[in-house]
């Protein structure tokens, strides 16, 4: 499986930002997709998952912020991210496969300014 993500940029705060992670491959194996971030010296984050059923879980601190989504196939996973803040920066990355981040995507860095 191969991931490819798109959608990061400058932001101010306040704004908002969609990410999407294109799949290919052996895409009728990915069971649950999802969105990690890290910061430089930081512990990479799970920001959300979203599993072929359609259960989501997110981290607390983007709830009722970011939503996650995916199309029916599984080719394709979206991060709308909205109501940014200062601390949402870092580079995101998608995940992908039987289990989450069996596979993973190159991160795109989202900056939100102050």
């Known amino acids: 499986v191969q991931l490819q993500a798109s959608g990061g940029g400058l932001v101010q705060a306040g704004g908002f930002l969609r990410l999407s992670c294109a799949a290919s491959?052996?895409?009728?194996?990915?069971?649950?997709m999802g969105w990690f971030r890290q910061v430089p010296g930081k512990l990479r984050e799970l920001v959300a998952r979203i599993t072929r059923g359609g259960n989501t879980n997110y981290a607390d601190s983007v709830k009722g912020r970011f939503t996650i989504s995916r199309d029916n196939a599984m080719s394709a996973v979206y991060l709308q991210m909205s109501s940014l803040k200062p601390e949402d920066t870092a580079v995101y990355s998608c995940?992908?496969?039987?289990?989450?981040?069996?596979?993973w995507g190159k991160g795109t860095l989202v900056t939100v300014s102050s």
């Open positions: 995940t992908a496969g039987r289990f989450l981040a069996q596979y």
């Open positions: 491959g052996s895409i009728s194996s990915i069971d649950t």
